[in-house]
């Protein structure tokens, strides 16, 4: 159970890291990845995905 | 450096030549209307002109001589706009919210002082894009802390969408952050859906008029906190025709009614090619006469800037122009240390020269109200690069500055940008037909100098282009021009 980011989309804007409640997002190599042992796709915190929420380029943080 | 006039000007691009500046500087003394607050408009309160008159946004008059420089170190943003996809960007692109590189704050600082040490002209630092200065918060404070310790006298300034303004207004003012720009394309949710697909507010995406109504309610709160604080406060908004374009009336009058200083009304900017909402699915921005028209009606509401030239997220340099090429990543030195030689000589050099300026548009003034042609405007497009005269070849311009004579003045009212015609040597006709096509409206053009062959067309599409006033303020220039115009054909109706 886990969100990834689509790295060919991802603009590097950094919203997502800052929005993710579990900071399963991290800045490695020039791109931003989800850690999946970490993501828990929002449960317990919100109803939908913070990261899929506040992204700017459509289908880019989704579900694995 | 042939004519003494150029000599600062030719600076502006060329390395700086201090001794020349100083020599200027003190050649003119403070004999006339020179000095201190007499560059001051009538109409403007001394401690408001005290911290505008450097800013290039805040001022037309400044805009002349200062420049500003945006670091773009707050990529993330928490509204989707129409004009706006966060996925395209190019190097040779000119408009808001692009950018070539994204900078750390550290960068931002080396940056900002590499700029500081070779460009005299700066004055203002900006976060603007891409992404929200407010929503990307963390970001935008980092960069400011440090630049406000190693350069304390830069302005520094921030553009947002207005929706986390709220939270950061009290930081902003403890941190001197004295210029806040808004970005309020409506003030009717309705109008506002057709703008904006969605927001992030509170963990959440909202959606269509829901969406908008929080917007704009942030943004009402957002300026009137502003105004409380005693920060200036500019307005943008995009003229999006048939969306938008009649509700701006609305929206000068809603800014006006809580303060905001200015006013930016600006062109949308739609091509398929940028991948917006906008672009591809065929909206188009408006003529510049149509965001004319649109400036006219709006005068006498909040004031109009109309000097704005729709910058990058990481231009550098004075308005007309970007040097942001000089200053990449790549060219920043690992260290680098502030030094304000550069930029305390210019002012000086400033302090005298806007100065004259000022006698010299009042000179124009009178000149005009001596002609006294009843009604009788004029547009006049002048080729620039900087300094406020006219002091470009026609064919090196990729800019032309307008400005309307009539018998309130010589007012600037915009620019038209344009590719330069001279590609070295030869001229290509398709250029010359568009820069035909950019001067629409416009009768008469001022420059540098101009060959016979561009002349002869401009003629033949019936604007008469001269250089017999090169080098000149731009005022002085235009004045004659209209006493010449209205003096030899009384009857004639132009433009």
Redesign the interface.
Same mark, same amino acid.
Not at chain 1, 11 to 15: D, G, L, P, Y
Not at chain 2, 75 to 78: L, V
């Given at each position: 159970m886990a969100f990834k980011i689509v790295a060919s989309?991802c603009?590097?804007?950094?919203?997502c890291e800052?929005?993710c409640p579990t900071g399963a997002i991290k800045f490695k190599n020039d791109a931003y990845i989800i850690d999946p042992k970490i993501c828990t796709e929002c449960e317990g915190h919100?109803?939908?995905q913070?990261c899929a929420?506040?992204c700017?380029?459509p289908k880019t943080c989704v579900k694995v | 450096m042939g004519q003494p006039v150029t000599i600062s000007l030719d600076s502006l691009i060329a390395p700086v030549d201090l001794d020349a500046m100083k020599r200027t500087a003190a050649s003119g003394g403070c004999s006339s209307s020179s000095c201190g607050s007499s560059t001051r408009p009538e109409d403007m309160d001394a401690e408001v002109w005290e911290r505008i008159k450097d800013h290039p946004c805040y001022s037309e008059e400044a805009h002349h001589y200062f420049a500003r420089m945006h670091v773009a170190v707050a990529?993330?943003? $928490?509204i989707?706009c129409n004009y706006c996809n966060?996925?395209y960007d190019c190097a040779n692109e000119s408009r808001p919210g692009v950018a070539s590189e994204?900078l750390t704050p550290d960068q931002a600082r080396r940056k900002v002082i590499a700029v500081a040490n070779e460009v005299p002209q700066l004055s203002v630092l900006g976060i603007a894009g891409?992404?929200d200065a407010c929503?990307?918060w963390?970001k935008t404070q980092a960069t400011f802390a440090a630049i406000a310790k190693d350069i304390p006298d830069v302005k520094l300034c921030i553009s947002t969408n207005g929706l986390a303004l709220p939270d950061h207004v009290d930081e902003l003012a403890d941190m001197n952050v004295d210029h806040v720009t808004i970005t309020i394309n409506m003030v009717d949710p309705e109008i506002g859906a057709k703008i904006y697909p969605w927001i992030?507010f509170r $963990?959440?995406?909202w959606t269509g008029v829901e969406a908008s109504q929080i917007l704009h309610e942030r943004q009402m709160q957002g300026l009137e906190m502003l105004i409380a604080r005693g920060v200036l406060t500019k307005i943008n908004s995009v003229m999006i025709p048939g969306v938008n374009d009649e509700h701006l009336i609305e929206v000068n009058r809603w800014v006006k009614a809580r303060g905001a200083f200015l006013h930016n009304v600006m062109p949308l900017i739609s091509d398929p090619a940028h991948g917006t909402h906008y672009g591809l699915t065929g909206q188009r921005g408006p003529s510049a006469m149509e965001l004319k028209a649109l400036q006219d009606r709006l005068e006498g509401g909040a004031k109009l800037m109309r000097h704005c030239r729709q910058c990058r997220a990481d231009a550098v340099g004075l308005l007309g122009e970007d040097r942001g090429q000089e200053f990449t990543l790549d060219q920043l030195p690992e260290s680098v240390d502030y030094d304000p030689a550069k930029r305390t000589a210019y002012r000086e050099f400033v302090a005298v020269e806007r100065g004259d300026h000022v006698a010299a548009k009042q000179a124009a003034a009178a000149a005009i109200q001596e002609a006294a042609a009843e009604g009788q405007s004029l547009l006049v497009a002048v080729a620039t690069k900087g300094g406020g005269r006219v002091n470009e070849h026609f064919g090196h311009a990729k800019e032309f500055q307008i400005y309307e004579a009539s018998s309130k003045g010589v007012v600037f009212v915009g620019h038209r940008k344009v590719e330069a015609y001279c590609l070295g040597g030869f001229g290509e006709d398709a250029t010359l037909d568009a820069v035909i096509a950019a001067l629409e409206g416009v009768r008469h053009v001022l420059c540098a100098k101009i060959g016979d062959c561009p002349k002869d067309m401009l003629e033949a599409a019936g604007i008469a282009a001269s250089d017999a006033y090169a080098y000149e303020y731009a005022e002085t220039a235009i004045g004659a021009l209209y006493a010449e115009t209205f003096a030899s054909a009384p009857s004639q109706a132009v433009a």
């Open positions: 989309q603009t590097a804007c950094s919203a800052f929005e919100f109803d939908t913070q929420n506040v700017p380029v | 990529p993330a943003c $928490n989707q966060r996925k994204k891409p992404g929503y990307d963390k992030y $963990n959440r995406r």
